[in-house]
């Protein structure tokens, strides 16, 4: 970057962890895109990530995956987990 260039707004920048990761009812999932296809990633306690075991089909859009969770996984709600958010 140099000195002419202006300095990325916030949703501009990158993740620290390079990859969108959402609270899915309670649990860390990260997504990541490789190729065409999604992969998703459940993250545990100590940042280590292990497959998810589910599948997100790869005409899911970037802006669509908090209602793709949502919808995937409503039956984990409850009462003090009750939503699925993106976390930056």
């Not at 962890?17 to 990633?41: K, S, T």
């Not at 790869?58 to 919808?71: A, R, S």
């Amino acid at each position: 970057m140099t000195a002419a260039e202006p300095l990325p707004t916030p949703a501009q920048q990158p993740e620290a962890h390079g990859y969108p990761r959402f609270n899915v009812f309670g649990r860390i999932v990260e997504v990541r895109r490789e190729g065409a296809l999604w992969q998703a990633y459940r993250v545990g306690a100590d940042g280590k990530r292990t497959p998810s075991g589910f599948v997100i089909p790869d005409f899911v859009e970037e802006h669509e995956l908090v209602q793709f969770l949502e919808d995937l996984f409503h039956e984990s709600a409850s009462p003090h987990n009750g939503d699925v958010h993106r976390i930056d």
